[in-house]
């Protein structure tokens, strides 16, 4: 009889931390996570529970990101990577790795930033999609800590998203596909400073 399993699938979740499952810390492999009012437990990678067992607090916002199984009926959650999520203010986050990260080197330019709209409005026209895509085009060139990703409220182009704003110098990009980003990425992070005009 042929096997019937599903294959893993991939999960990015942000959520609240509760705390860890395992009484002892010393012991502690599974995080409790209040993802939209449901709690989850997810099981955290091996070389992740070092990192995270004396950093977490409750109440800490995190990103985990890894795979999920289905045996049954039975959901299986385990996370291979998990950020921190620092909230300065109501409507802004930048993300910290709370895993192991490959060193960076330092920059040379001042820190980018990179403002993305987190309304509604710019999510259904793909800006989830975007945010995800960023993070992940940001980690495979190693960049995660020369740039700082801030989700903010409105920013008054709703008909033209999903859209970003690039700083120092405000580059605005709308309507922006996952595909562009390189091109985009390689505008700003290059020695020489970016010039004016569409990707």
């Known amino acids: 009889m042929a096997d019937t399993t599903p294959p893993p699938l991939m999960f990015n979740l942000d959520g609240t931390f509760l705390g860890f499952v395992e009484a002892d810390p010393a012991k502690?492999?599974?995080?409790?996570?209040?993802?939209?009012?449901?709690?989850?437990?997810?099981?955290?990678?091996?070389?992740?529970?070092?990192?995270?067992r004396s950093r977490l607090q409750p109440g800490d916002h995190l990103r985990c990101i890894g795979r999920s199984e289905i045996n049954g009926d039975t959901v299986k959650l385990k996370a291979h990577q998990v950020f921190t999520l620092i909230t300065p203010g109501p409507t802004s986050c930048a993300l910290t790795p709370a895993?192991?990260?490959?060193?960076a080197p330092a920059p040379a330019a001042p820190k980018l930033k990179i403002q993305v709209c987190r309304k509604s409005g710019c999510q259904k026209r793909g800006g989830q999609q975007l945010a995800v895509a960023l993070e992940q085009a940001l980690r495979d060139r190693n960049l995660q800590n020369q740039v700082e990703i801030k989700y903010t409220?409105?920013?008054?182009?709703c008909?033209?998203?999903?859209?970003?704003?690039?700083?120092?110098?405000?580059?605005r990009y709308n309507r922006v596909q996952p595909s562009r980003l390189p091109a985009i990425l390689d505008r700003h992070l290059t020695p020489a400073k970016p010039h004016p005009g569409s990707v």
């Open 28 to 52: 502690a492999k599974t995080i409790r996570l209040e993802v939209d009012s449901e709690v989850l437990t997810i099981k955290l990678r091996k070389d992740v529970r070092r990192v995270l």
């Open 99 to 103: 895993t192991p990260a490959p060193a």
């Open 153 to 157: 409220g409105c920013q008054k182009h």
């Open 159 to 171: 008909s033209d998203a999903p859209t970003f704003t690039i700083s120092p110098g405000h580059h």
